[in-house]
């Protein structure tokens, strides 16, 4: 959801443990949602937050299990 408006639906939803993050995939209308550009998505029965991300959203050092 942008706006109030429905543009797209989610194909997946997981905890990242790599990252520490909710993850979603989905897909969502062409030019409705820039980079790095809020929306929400309904995902198990509640409305969240959702940023869209490029790159991908992965911590490839490892720095977070070193912390």
Do not use: W
Not at 14 to 34: I, K
């Amino acid at each position: 959801l942008k706006d109030g408006r429905l543009i797209g639906y989610l194909t997946s939803v997981s905890m990242g443990y790599r990252t520490g993050q909710m993850l979603a995939l989905g897909y969502v209308e062409n030019g409705t949602l820039g980079m790095a550009e809020e929306c929400h998505v309904q995902a198990f029965g509640a409305e969240r937050k959702a940023v869209r991300h490029y790159p991908h959203v992965y911590d490839p050092e490892n720095a977070r299990l070193r912390s």
